[in-house]
């Protein structure tokens, strides 16, 4: 509720200033690329599950989300910009795995080493429950996958990840929560 | 299955999923690419405007011919515009992109009818 308040009065407040100049504009990306830079590349890593690979999506997310900073901003009415951020670093990941899925098999992949979508270099170090649960995480649909990363790794709110998403906020609830479900019954089942 | 194996469960992906630090040095990577981008464009912009005989300058004030040098300024402004961002601050440069396509602008006058 008070995050509807907030919005509705920053959304008033911005329909009453001028369009931003240049200058404001630059200001304003570098706050959010300063807030969301570490937000943009844990998903990314998420997805991927590299760090080489995150930091070549988070940079064009970045890229993207400077080329259409005005247009979004203009179009957020005042409201948070990470999940237009998150969505374009979604859009990426998805044509990242895309790409790799359509590319021809070489010589050279098949002498490296396999990385697991999400198996990260901590996580070998960590509890072997905390492994379970990572390994699991693939055996989700990727939107319940999605989700959770979002929610947990980072801390997104329902609303937030239903912008990032393009879903409403009860088609969220229901994601989140079969998502944490389904994920019960996996480990369950070990 | 209980509301504890639940809550357990969230405090596992929160642990699981914990947020990652992106490397030191991303930023700069970053800043290396946008550099490189706008000096393309800029370099692309003004090749282009040195090649012009008379007859070509002639032809652009039609609009009809203004995608390439338009799109070259787009390009070169929205990377130029983000090194600023990512802390360059390379605006003010004498002959910086910008500059270059304004005046190139400006000496080619208003479109003619």
């Given at each position: 509720m008070s995050e509807e308040i907030e919005e509705g009065a920053a959304a008033e407040a911005l329909a009453e200033v001028p369009r931003a100049t240049k200058a404001e504009l630059d200001l304003a990306f570098e706050e959010l690329y300063r807030t969301h830079l570490r937000d943009v590349y844990s998903y990314s890593y998420y997805r991927v599950g590299n760090h080489h690979d995150a930091e070549d999506l988070t940079e064009q997310a970045f890229l993207q989300a400077y080329r259409h900073f005005e247009r979004a901003r203009r179009e957020s009415?005042?409201?948070?910009l990470r999940p237009w951020l998150i969505r374009i670093a979604h859009n990426l990941a998805a044509n990242h795995h895309r790409d790799k899925a359509r590319r021809p098999t070489a010589a050279l992949d098949a002498v490296e080493p396999p990385v697991h979508?999400?198996?990260?270099?901590?996580v070998a170090e960590g509890r072997a429950e905390l492994r379970a649960v990572i390994e699991r995480?693939?055996?989700?649909?990727e939107d319940r996958r999605e989700a959770l990363i979002m929610r947990f790794?980072?801390?997104?709110s329902n609303r937030e990840i239903a912008r990032a998403l393009g879903r409403t906020d009860g088609a969220t609830k229901v994601l989140i929560h079969r998502a944490i479900k389904q994920l019960e019954e996996l480990l369950a089942d070990e | 299955m209980s509301e504890g194996v639940g809550l357990n469960l969230e405090r596992l992906l929160t642990d699981a999923l914990r947020p990652v630090d992106p490397p030191a040095d991303l930023v700069g990577r970053v800043e290396t690419r946008l550099s490189s981008i706008a000096e393309q464009a800029a370099a692309e912009l003004s090749s282009w405007a040195d090649e012009l005989s008379e007859g070509e300058l002639e032809a652009l004030?039609?609009?009809?011919?203004w995608v390439r040098p338009v799109a070259a300024v787009a390009v070169g402004g929205a990377a130029a515009g983000a090194l600023v961002v990512v802390g360059?601050?390379?605006?003010?440069?004498?002959?910086s992109l910008r500059e270059r396509a304004e005046r190139l602008l400006r000496e080619l006058g208003p479109p003619q009818g």
């Open positions: 009415h005042g409201r948070p979508p999400h198996g990260t270099e901590r995480l693939d055996d989700l649909s790794a980072l801390g997104m | 004030r039609d609009p009809r011919n360059m601050r390379r605006r003010g440069r004498p002959g």
